[in-house]
């Protein structure tokens, strides 16, 4: 019996030992095969030494436990004399709780962690092969894996290898098992056997020497038939010698598993034959393989099966990996694939990802290897399947700076660290840190952790993720800047060879001027120049992500050059994150708005403002522009004070549909190509209207003063009037005037067609920003009819001569300038017009039928692609414009949901009323919102205006990446387009032409 005073000593021994539960270690210390454990200091030092002593305790009892008496006592005795053993054995124990029940099942695998010989310490394949070559079944072999594994794992928590070592011991350890297998397979049929030869290629982590404790192990089968044996039986025979293979190292037996054995990297994937002929490999790769398959290839390397064969695989395929680079869309393929791992993570276990999180260990594989695939075409030393091999010949090489590589080692090492320990407790496959206070304890001390373990661990690890984050791309921009900026004449630089080599990889057409670009941009001592070299590894990543990277980084440069001395502005780049990033995207997507930016570069700081990229309402703009037109001395001054405020909130307005900030979590448009399209719309629009409010202002204010003699409204048509205007759109507008009292109306007439005359002179006057043009064509008589009439003469015309068209165009007439309650008296005489009361008559419909019909013949450009025109085209704005606006003048009178000027919300009160389906609605919606934002597309990528999808393959590309269309998708995008547009023709032609 133990007495309080002992047991309350026994307790504290325990504690400072690193015991958690001292009641339980102390229960398990008074069992009498644990006397001499309990007795001696030493022992128990060792057992506090451990990750875990109290499972190091648990996993001890049970071993001895397993034992007869007299083999019990020589185990306890080895583990007090021997001290290779004991820390050995109870550093495994306590960081290991699956080793620990392996052991309690075959208590004598101990003595494989007895010697402590030289040659013990880094054994290779042929030392596995020799501790695997007494497996005769699937059984046995899982046995010794694990004696092996026991080995290795003793090694590791010792601190006799490195991480790096450790993993490849892993690796070495796989490969003989994969030839036992083999052998055991072939044994279990020697006739398929003899009918192939049979090469086992590893890839992954296998193929690169850097396996963990629990992984897949990714292979590839190549075969060829022997001793005339038709081919088709070969690979038949090749095919079930492989399937077995996997069978024995997957298939959970009593022992557990080994691994699972993963087949999938293979051409054509899981749907592709397991096995293949050599030349059938090379057919595949050279004619259906994708990039990410080439970098996959970068770690092949035969392990098993005829040597010879494997040999030959490795060698034809060398060439095709190393020559990767140079395929179109490389670097975006490569990145496209690694953030496609990020987004397939869990939300709730991205933060705790080890491996494929954002500053996880993929980051570094994924940057090393985008590296050695750019620069391994001509620099075979970089031809290494390790990453840190890779990474060590590629800071030797000078494409990596020797500081950043060793941050990135000294990173990487400590996840796979952190990686290994986590699957070693269980044997479980795991990328995940555990969230359990007791297993952050045992990792953080199996790390060597032991002051403040857990908050040591976090802290550690958050900062080599961080580092890792940082570094990601740092290592690959970075060079190029040392390359150019002539700065630490000893540090080996990138070659200008391997410079343009990365600078082509990333997309850049010309890389000499993008050089040019990045030393006018980084070189000298200057504080601008220091942040530069700062901003641009990042900016540049953000540019080779766009469609026309020389772009961004030229209209970058010219940025820069404008404002390089305004003190805030690097300093908006450097401190706001958004402002950089958001500046990259806007330079690299298009002209339209780099080209306003350059025409009012202090515009930038829009960028960096939280709220800076919402567009500013009517009453705001109109007040800020008429303000700005009061201040100017001329007319010509306050027109060009207007088209500044224009130009700048034209800007606003790109800037934040290309970037995407019209979706935001307060805001309903995330996701919503339609809401998009209708903030751009609205913006547009009502910047326009302001614009031509300041236009107004200024040609009476030159002339009249204050005060007109007619009161006057400027009324808009077409998209003007919808608020559907696009970045490139005319503003279809009429002009309607009222003499004042006692103001002749002649008198009248002539200051009205002045006005006209005074505003469409200041609105076309000479200018490098894009043009505001008024079309006055839709008024009555077209060209040949006054600009500018009254009401009554309005009134005069539509009740005599007005045709069904007319009627049809006032429907989306809308006041937009001037003398608000005339616009209001011209909306009510035209309402009668727009939706007659009775409804359009048959005669009526059959005319707007006809005119749509010859309009479809005769408008649409000759050579122009019918099913990518999206104006005039099949199921294009046309199309479905037409139709809502047949229901609107047949409806619209009992229907006050018709009484829009917007087309989409004509469209869904259609939907409501029960004029058309909900599929029908939706189908002709979704064509109308596709075809307006190719349209904005096109203005934004090319400067001007377009109907149709661009003929130059990087434009075209770039309106591909504002419709969300990534690098290499521009086909998909266009069958999308006329699949879309196709669907929306059949509905027109049922509702439109009753058909």
């Known amino acids: ?111 494989a962690l007895a010697t402590y010989e030289s040659a013990d310490l880094h ?12 497996a005769t079944d699937p059984v046995s072999l899982r046995v010794s894996y694990r004696r092996c594994l026991l080995a290795i794992a003793a090694r590791d928590v010792c601190g006799t290898t490195d991480v790096a070592q450790a993993a490849a011991e892993l690796a070495d350890l796989a490969t003989a098992t994969l030839r036992a297998a083999l052998a055991l397979a072939r044994a279990a049929a020697p006739g398929d056997a003899a009918a192939c030869r049979l090469a086992v290629i590893a890839m992954g982590k296998c193929g ?34 492989a399937s077995h293979l996997m069978r024995i190292c997957s298939e959970t037996t009593v022992e557990g598993t080994i691994w699972p054995v993963d087949a999938n990297l293979r051409p054509e994937g899981r749907n592709g034959p397991l096995v293949r002929t050599l030349s059938s490999h090379l057919a595949y790769y050279q004619r259906w393989a994708k990039t990410w398959e080439f970098q996959a290839l970068l770690k092949a390397r035969p392990v098993a099966g005829d040597a010879t064969l494997g040999q030959a695989y490795a060698e034809a395929v060398a060439p095709l990996v190393w020559q990767a680079a140079e395929r179109e869309n490389f670097v975006a393929d490569v990145q496209k694939m690694r953030r496609r791992v990020v987004d397939n993570i869990p939300a709730a276990e991205i933060e705790r990802e080890l491996k494929l999180g954002p500053g ?21 030393t970089l031809h290494s399947g390790t990453t840190l091999e890779a990474l060590q010949a590629l800071a030797a090489g000078g494409y990596v700076g020797r500081a950043d590589a060793a941050q990135l080692d000294e990173a990487y090492r400590f996840l796979r660290a952190m990686e290994h320990r986590i699957q070693l407790h269980k044997l479980r496959r795991t990328h995940l840190v555990p969230e359990d206070e007791a297993d952050l304890r045992r990792l953080a001390r199996s790390l060597g952790l032991r002051t403040d373990p857990v908050a040591t661990l976090n802290r550690e690890w958050r900062r080599h993720g961080s580092v890792v984050r940082r570094l990601h791309e740092k290592i690959f921009y970075r060079p190029l800047l040392d390359a150019v900026a002539q700065l630490a004449p000893g540090e080996t630089r990138l070659s200008p060879k391997a410079a343009g080599q990365r600078l082509e990889a990333l997309g850049y057409a010309d890389p000499a001027a993008a050089l040019r670009h990045l030393e006018a941009l980084a070189s000298g001592v200057s504080r601008k120049a220091a942040i530069q070299r700062t901003l641009l590894p990042v900016l540049l990543g953000w540019f080779a992500d766009s469609a026309d990277p020389d772009a961004g980084l030229l209209g970058f440069r010219k940025v820069s050059d404008a404002l390089g001395k305004t003190p805030w502005y690097l300093r908006l780049l450097r401190d706001e994150g958004a402002a950089a990033e958001n500046l990259a995207r806007v330079l690299s997507a298009g002209r339209l708005a780099p080209d306003l930016l350059l025409r009012a570069p202090e515009a930038v700081a829009i960028l960096g403002d ?142 009205a067609n002045a006005v006209v005359a005074e505003m469409r002179r200041l609105l076309q006057l000479p200018t490098a ?21 009254t009401l009554a003469s309005y009134q005069a015309y539509y009740r005599r001569w007005s045709l069904t068209w007319e009627s049809q165009a006032l429907l989306r007439a809308r006041p937009m300038a001037g003398d608000a309650a005339l616009g209001e008296a011209f909306v009510e005489l035209i309402d009668p017009l727009r939706y007659p009361p ?4 048959d005669e009526a419909v059959r005319e707007i039928r006809r005119l749509k019909a010859r309009m479809e013949h005769e408008r649409l450009p000759r050579g122009a692609d019918p099913t990518l025109h999206t104006k005039l085209g099949r199921g294009g704005l046309s199309d479905v414009e037409w139709t809502v606006q047949l229901l609107q003048m047949r409806h619209g009178a009992a229907e006050p949901g018709l009484r829009t000027t917007r087309t989409r919300d004509a469209l869904a009160a259609a939907r409501a009323a029960d004029l058309i389906s909900t599929d029908d609605a939706r189908t002709l919606d979704e064509a109308w919102v596709l075809a307006t934002r190719v349209r904005n597309g096109v203005m934004l990528v090319r400067g001007r205006a377009g109907d149709t999808f661009p003929s130059d393959a990087r434009e075209l590309a770039a309106v591909g990446r504002y419709l969300g269309y990534g690098p290499g998708h521009v086909g998909d995008m266009l069958d999308d387009y006329r699949r879309v547009t196709r669907r929306a023709r059949g509905v027109m032609e049922r509702v439109f032409y009753d058909a």
């Open 769 to 789: 920003d894009p043009p505001l043009l008024i079309d006055a064509d839709l008024r009555p008589e077209g060209k040949s009819g006054p600009l500018v009439r």
């Open 610 to 751: 939280p709220e800076g990229l919402w567009p500013r309402g009517r009453d705001h703009l109109e007040q800020e522009v008429l303000a700005a037109v009061g201040r100017a001395d001329t007319a010509e001054a306050a027109v060009a004070a207007a088209r500044g405020v224009r130009r700048r909130e034209l800007f606003r307005t790109a800037a934040a549909d290309l970037i995407g900030s019209y979706g935001t979590e307060e805001s309903p448009a995330e996701g919503d190509p339609g809401a998009l399209v209708d903030r751009v719309g609205d913006a547009v629009t009502e910047l326009t209207a302001a614009t031509v409010a300041g236009a107004l202002r200024a040609a009476v204010r030159d002339q009249w003063g204050d005060t007109l003699p007619t009161r006057f409204a400027v009324i808009g048509v077409g998209r003007f009037g919808g608020h559907e205007l696009g970045y490139g759109s005319d503003a279809d507008v009429l002009f309607v005037h009222e003499p004042r009292d006692g103001v002749e109306e002649q008198e009248a007439a002539r200051a």
């Open 1 to 111: 019996m133990t007495v309080p005073g002992r047991r309350s000593s026994t307790f504290t021994r325990l504690l400072k030992h690193g015991f958690t539960d001292p009641s339980a270690a102390a229960r398990l210390l008074d069992l009498p095969d644990m006397s001499s454990v309990r007795s001696d200091p030493v022992l128990l030092d060792a057992l506090g030494a451990s990750a875990d002593p109290d499972l190091a305790l648990r996993s001890l009892v049970r071993l001895a436990e397993a034992h007869e008496p007299d083999e019990r006592r020589r185990f306890l005795d080895n583990l007090i004399t021997a001290k290779p053993l004991r820390d050995r054995l109870l550093g495994v124990l306590g960081a290991s709780e699956a080793l620990g029940d392996h052991l309690a099942r075959h208590p004598r695998d101990w003595h």
């Open 360 to 380: 996880g260990l993929r980051d570094v594989e994924f940057a090393v290897q985008l590296l050695q695939l750019v620069h391994g075409r001509s620099d075979a």
């Open 208 to 241: 690169g020497h850097e396996l963990n404790y629990v992984s897949d192990v990714d292979v590839i089968f190549v075969a060829e038939p022997v001793n005339g044996t038709e081919e088709a039986k070969a690979l038949q025979a090749a095919t079930r010698l």
């Open 838 to 841: 009775q409804g359009l008559g």
């Open 123 to 134: 054994p290779g394949v042929e030392d596995f092969e020799r501790g695997l070559a007494d």
